[in-house]
């Protein structure tokens, strides 16, 4: 099994930009779909950025063109770059890996392990 440890959120005004990574340990992330996810108070989780196993990317329509999801497999860990934040980007932030569905895309990804996430504010 594979563990996944966020770090990198934090406080922002909007047009600033934040790297998020994810550090897992247990297995190699090559072997998974993953994907960076996020959730702000009354709203349910959505699906920001996916890279599987061949490493094909896809993104949110709400995030393309701003933010890039890469992964370090040397480093074993996964990484968002957010650029030109915005204020509704506000959000807790997980990443997750799916090893069912090893070329997940946003629509199929279905994560069976998360991170414990973490917090990325922007502000006016």
């Known amino acids: 099994q594979v563990q996944l440890v966020e770090s990198g959120g934090g406080s922002v005004q909007a047009g600033g930009s934040l790297r998020l990574s994810c550090e897992a340990s247990?297995?190699?992330?090559?072997?998974?779909?993953m994907g960076w996810f996020r959730q702000s108070p009354g709203k349910e989780r959505e699906a920001v950025a996916t890279?599987?196993?061949?490493?094909?990317?896809s993104y949110a329509d709400s995030v393309k063109g701003r933010f890039t999801i890469s992964l370090d497999i040397a480093k074993n860990t996964l990484f968002l770059q957010m650029n030109r934040l915005k204020l509704e980007d506000t959000a807790m932030y997980y990443c997750?890996?799916?090893?069912?569905?090893?070329?997940?895309?946003?629509?199929?990804?279905?994560?069976?392990?998360w991170g414990q996430g973490t917090q990325v504010t922007v502000s006016s």
């Open positions: 997750a890996a799916d090893f069912v569905r090893l070329t997940a895309t946003i629509a199929t990804i279905r994560p069976q392990v």
């Open positions: 890279i599987d196993e061949d490493g094909k990317i």
């Open positions: 247990g297995r190699t992330l090559r072997d998974y779909s």
